[in-house]
T-cell receptor, first 114, second 114 residues
Framework: AQSVAQPEDQVNVAEGNPLTVKCTYS??????LFWYVQYPNRGLQFLLK??????LVKGSYGFEAEFNKSQTSFHLKKPSALVSDSALYFC????????????FGKGTRLHILP | KAGVTQTPRYLIKTRGQQVTLSCSPI?????VSWYQQTPGQGLQFLFE???????NKGNFPGRFSGRQFSNSRSEMNVSTLELGDSALYLC?????????????FGPGTRLTVT
């Protein structure tokens, strides 16, 4: 069965430092991978996606993610964190070879410390 | 272009009652998905609709149902409410289902069951 794991419930990073939010997935076929961000009392906002092609994907607000097929990972990264990046981040996967249901991770809360 | 709208934004119901939530997708989007978000379970997929047909369904009891209208607007219904149904219910729309298209989320309906 397809699944997605975000191993860290919370990540703390000092402002200006690089940040990484981890995501690993399991699918039987080829994955479509997504990152979303949720600010307090708001719905989720799309950040970026990997479909095919270049393993490094660039998205909104300076975020990028690297697809690693051998490690089945899709970690979210940003070179220099801002306090405004503090939010809840969700990784999601859609298995294109099965029933196309999209599965979300449980989320990682990112705290950027001023 | 207007975003995804959900009504009502907040709802308080009593155990045993039923509730109907509404979602209007972004203009031109024909796929609508529903999710339940709780602190303990994260984001769980409820169902996905396209062209008035349910394409996918998550692992929820039959008390949870939905439908989509010809104008792509969607409603979900929960009958015989239980305390555990208290959650944020998110609706998301996309141009087409089962593809690489990202989803756009509404602000959610916060349901409290007492």
């Amino acid at each position: 069965a397809q699944s997605v794991a975000q191993p860290e419930d919370q990540v703390n990073v000092a402002e200006g430092n690089p940040l990484t939010v981890k995501c690993t997935y399991s699918v039987s076929g080829n994955p479509y991978l997504f990152w979303y961000v949720q600010y307090p009392n708001r719905g989720l906002q799309f950040l970026l996606k990997y479909i095919t092609g270049d393993n490094l994907v660039k998205g909104s607000y300076g975020f990028e993610a690297e697809f690693n097929k051998s490690q089945t990972s899709f970690h979210l990264k940003k070179p220099s964190a801002l306090v405004s990046d503090s939010a809840l981040y969700f990784c999601a996967v859609r298995d294109t070879d099965r029933d196309d249901k999209i599965i979300f991770g449980k989320g990682t809360r990112l705290h950027i410390l001023p | 272009k207007a975003g995804v709208t959900q009504t009502p934004r907040y709802l308080i119901k009593t155990r045993g009652q039923q509730v109907t939530l509404s979602c209007s997708p972004i203009s031109g989007h024909r796929s609508v998905s529903w999710y339940q978000q709780t602190p303990g379970q994260g984001l769980q997929f409820l169902f996905e609709y396209f062209s008035e047909t349910q394409r996918n369904k998550g692992n929820f009891p039959g008390r949870f149902s939905g439908r989509q209208f010809s104008n792509s607007r969607s409603e979900m219904n929960v009958s015989t409410l239980e305390l555990g149904d208290s959650a944020l219910y998110l609706c998301a729309s996309s141009f087409s289902p089962g593809t690489a298209y990202e989803q756009y989320f509404g602000p959610g309906t916060r349901l409290t069951v007492t």
